[in-house]
């Protein structure tokens, strides 16, 4: 090759192609993206859970440009004069009066409003329903305990930026949620009401609440919202993606297909589809109709209120909560050398607690599964959640615990619907947060362990056809069909470990931590159902007796019959 061909640079024929080459030569995206172009993903509905937060999110972002156009947030004092004429001449603040305005006087403000607020439900609910697959499926094991934990911190954020949005537009509603926050904030001791002023500018509600809620709106929780999925997505590329069990899916491959360009493709019009679903939902249902609430004012407090249904399990919580409980009250008055400090722990227990129990549980749960298993190998196929009875079982539990104080929060609502006593409503639900969790795990877990106890019979005597034949020697029999070797390996292709005693150290010792993970094992393990070996499967495929898989030879007798 002469110097002048081997010195001879590509030149693109068309515009596109010399900007894109122009581009290329001096980032090297090419290499970036036939790189991640070539990464392969497995094909399952539940994965769609994290492509329509991701989505979702987009399209916050998108709506929520467009409304920041034209919102003022700012608590000064005003007199509407715009469209809505049920408000004009009340005083209000300039973010209750520009939030009136997107919604009577900017051409679309309305539409994109809803847009903004739905896609702000499905946000949170996509990222609470891929927490609990990835929960459920056990996709949060070794390499992916840190992507657990930022899809942790993603839930909080994504709870945060529903109730800063939540509360800028300074109507009643908005108000008294942010009024909870006071009480709340209030309540820490000694420094309680000095966070209050801080938080607030002075006395609640204060002047600057609503620009700094602003400011965390649209900055910084969006920010750190954007770096914990960027770096979520990296590490599924550098750990690669999680599947289920199947006939060629091992620990060290994945099956399925590429980025480029299937799954390119089917984002692309999953994405629309997500947008076209939130876009007809926001134009045909109405959702928190600002007009209807008025202007924030600290002395009325509507009845039949309720926040966002993320929020609503901490105000169900606080709902639930006595103020005395028998002898025993709950604020108590701590005299220190400056004055007497009120402990208001009917108010500081339930803000805290629940949710802490519940985001401590969330975090660590990695390590504790690993810690009771002795199990630190890499796992990159799934669990199905009946062949992880206990994990299933407490998922259900903190699944229960969660919807009894979502239900909590509209207590008034359910006693004034169903015309019950509106104290009856409120003991029930207390009974049911510590009885309702246990129910559900008991039933859950033994649901599990008797569909372990169906796969086992499904692989060993073949799947019941419902037809029950007469052989020629005058023997009954119900014909079962055997199932396929792709279904057979999804029953019998598991982890299920035993329970592991407990193991002295080098000095012959048994340490109490070692006995309680023990017992944690014993806890976890101690009723389960082994898969189908070989062996097994093999001598109950020897036999023709009834309800073992049907030979050939009683096939033959059958059909003849």
């Given at each position: ?30 290499a970036i993206v036939k790189e991640f172009g070539r990464k392969i993903f497995p094909d399952h509905w539940t994965f769609m859970f994290g492509e329509v937060a991701l989505y979702s999110f987009v399209i916050l972002l998108l709506s929520g440009t467009f409304l920041t156009f034209f919102f003022d ?220 609430y008025g202007p924030y004012d600290p002395s009325p407090v509507s009845a039949g209120t309720q926040p966002d249904w993320y929020i609503g399990w901490v105000d169900g919580a606080l709902r639930l909560m006595p103020g005395v409980l028998g002898n025993f009250p709950f604020e108590w008055n701590i ?71 979502w239900a909590a929060a509209s207590s008034d609502l359910i006693a004034t619907h169903f015309m019950v006593s509106l104290n009856d409503v409120t003991y029930w639900l207390r009974a049911l947060l510590f009885i309702g969790p246990v129910i559900g795990f008991i039933a859950a877990r033994r649901i ?114």
């Amino acid at each position: 090759m002469s110097s002048s061909a081997a010195g001879q640079q590509y030149q693109p024929k068309t515009s596109v192609g010399r900007i894109t080459n122009f581009v290329d030569t001096r980032v090297g995206g090419s290499a970036i993206v036939k790189e991640f172009g070539r990464k392969i993903f497995p094909d399952h509905w539940t994965f769609m859970f994290g492509e329509v937060a991701l989505y979702s999110f987009v399209i916050l972002l998108l709506s929520g440009t467009f409304l920041t156009f034209f919102f003022d947030p700012s608590m000064a004092e005003t007199h509407y004069d715009g469209s809505y004429v049920p408000l004009r001449g009340i005083e209000m603040s300039m973010a209750y009066a520009s939030s009136l305005d997107i919604s009577f006087d900017i051409r679309g403000g309305l539409f994109m409003r809803q847009v903004h607020h739905w896609s702000a439900l499905l946000f949170v609910a996509a990222v609470s329903v891929h927490m609990l697959r990835v929960f459920f499926t056990g996709a949060f094991r070794r390499p992916r305990e840190l992507n657990w934990v930022i899809g942790g911190v993603l839930l909080i954020l994504a709870m945060a930026a529903g109730f800063t949005g939540y509360s800028l537009p300074d109507d009643l509603l908005s108000g008294n949620g942010l009024r909870i926050i006071d009480g709340v904030v209030k309540s820490i001791p000694v420094v309680g009401t000095y966070i209050s002023f801080f938080l607030f500018g002075g006395e609640f509600p204060g002047t600057v609440i609503i620009p700094r809620l602003y400011v965390l709106h649209i900055l910084l929780i969006p920010a750190l919202i954007l770096l914990l999925i960027g770096i979520h997505l990296f590490l599924v590329v550098v750990h690669k993606h999680t599947q289920f069990p199947g006939p060629g899916r091992t620990n060290d491959n994945v099956v399925g297909f590429p980025v480029g360009p299937v799954y390119a493709a089917k984002a692309g019009g999953f994405f629309f589809i997500v947008f076209g679903i939130i876009a007809a939902i926001s134009a045909a249902f109405t959702i928190n109709p600002i007009w209807n609430y008025g202007p924030y004012d600290p002395s009325p407090v509507s009845a039949g209120t309720q926040p966002d249904w993320y929020i609503g399990w901490v105000d169900g919580a606080l709902r639930l909560m006595p103020g005395v409980l028998g002898n025993f009250p709950f604020e108590w008055n701590i005299p220190f050398p400056w004055g007497t400090n009120t402990l208001s722990l009917n108010v500081l227990l339930p803000a805290l607690v629940p949710a802490g129990i519940v985001f401590m549980l969330l975090f660590a749960w990695p390590w504790i599964e690993a810690w009771v298993t002795k199990d630190r190998r890499e796992k990159h196929l799934l669990d199905r959640p009946r062949n992880a009875p206990t994990r299933t079982g407490i998922g259900v539990a903190g699944v229960v615990f969660y919807c009894v104080m979502w239900a909590a929060a509209s207590s008034d609502l359910i006693a004034t619907h169903f015309m019950v006593s509106l104290n009856d409503v409120t003991y029930w639900l207390r009974a049911l947060l510590f009885i309702g969790p246990v129910i559900g795990f008991i039933a859950a877990r033994r649901i599990a362990l008797a569909l372990q106890r169906k796969d086992r019979e499904i692989v060993l005597h073949g799947r019941e056809t419902g037809r029950i034949v007469r052989l020629p020697h005058g023997e009954f029999i119900e014909v079962h069909e055997p199932v396929d070797e792709y279904k057979r390996y999804k029953l019998v292709s598991f982890d299920s470990p035993e329970v592991l005693s407990a193991q002295p150290d080098v000095n012959g010792h048994v340490p109490k931590a070692e006995k309680r993970r023990a017992w944690a094992s014993r806890f976890f393990f101690e009723d389960r159902v082994a898969p189908v070996t070989p062996a097994e499967l093999e001598q109950a495929h020897s036999h023709g007796h009834h309800g073992e898989v049907a030979s050939e030879h009683d096939k033959a007798a059958i059909s003849s019959h």
